[in-house]
């Protein structure tokens, strides 16, 4: 079942790209707010993530390209958002989103 939306009241969608990645659907989204812009790719049928560090909360940060980068699973989803700001900020910003 595709993705029909991201929900957010923190963020909002710019673009949308749909493809594949080993196999499982995965999703683009451009995202922006007052802060700037931020990606977030989510591939559908994903059990597990593998990180340098684990966190106690199950959200794993790093870094792509010199960005920072928070990455998570919820419901069979994996989720890594993005952006040019702090880990916090983009914690904020990842509490907010859901799927619809």
């Known amino acids: 079942m595709p993705i029909d939306h991201l929900v957010s009241s923190?963020?909002?969608t710019t673009s949308?790209?749909?493809?594949q990645v080993?196999?499982?659907p995965a999703y683009r989204f451009w995202l922006s707010d007052n802060h700037g812009a931020l990606t977030l790719d989510i591939i559908k049928g994903v059990d597990r993530m593998e990180a340098s560090e684990?966190?106690?909360?199950?959200?794993?940060?790093?870094t792509?390209?010199?960005?920072a980068s928070i990455s998570w699973i919820k419901n069979g989803?994996?989720?890594t958002l993005v952006g040019d700001r702090s880990?916090?900020?983009?914690?904020?910003?990842?509490?907010?989103?859901s799927l619809k």
């Open 77 to 79: 989803y994996g989720f």
């Open 16 to 19: 949308v790209a749909q493809g």
């Open 22 to 24: 080993d196999g499982l």
């Open 87 to 97: 880990e916090r900020e983009l914690r904020q910003v990842a509490s907010g989103i």
């Open 54 to 62: 684990n966190s106690t909360d199950g959200i794993t940060s790093g």
């Open 64 to 67: 792509v390209n010199g960005l």
């Open 10 to 12: 923190q963020v909002v």
